[in-house]
DNA sequence: GGCTCGGTTCGATGATTATCAAACTGATGT
DNA sequence: ACATCAGTTTGATAATCATCGAACCGAGCC
């Protein structure tokens, strides 16, 4: 089974300028880039705990940049690149590009 | 006379992030893009302290996204526009253009 | 010299924030 | 039922950070 929660609105720039300016979450939001779809929490950070991941999610959702899922059981985390580049355009995607 | 300090690397993507995440630099970068130049310090902030502005200044400094200048014995800042768009095409542009 | 004006630096304080371990929850499997 | 696995929440701690006032500095002016 596939459950997509509704997704809150993208918060504004400074939300999503602080979401993006820690590199734990930044690392985070290039995995589910490169994943290209809903992505299981555990491949999408390295060095940190557990409940410090769920909490870098929290505050990504929070600020709209991305969603959660479960399928089959297991919560996923996906970009929401197309919502973002809507609300602010160009500002997601150079980053994501730039190295 | 002029005199601009020879400016520091851009900093990492992290450091120009964190450092426009701030309400306060974020107002004070969109000003210096307004002024298209050298621009006074007490132009470009409203609602904070001198210390607290001087602050401010020294952290965009630091990132790499502006840059100090004397004119006339006064202190100017200056966007570094092109050297962040050079490192980190369309990131600063774009978050310059988005309201 | 002494004065002001614009900025910086220092030191302190309060608020955020990143982090973790532990307890909890919900689903799956035996 | 029990155990396990994945993720969240809670509570606490440590570090970072924004803010201010006060002291300081350099340039221009009287």
Redesign the interface.
Known sequence: MSDTEAPVAVGT??EV??A????VR?EMVRRMHAAAGPAPCARLYDGVSKSTASHHFKILREAGVTERSVIGGQTHQELRLDDVEER????L???L??S
């Open positions: 720039l400074q300028l602080a993006l300016s820690d590199p930044l602010y355009p160009g500002v995607r150079s980053i590009s730039v």
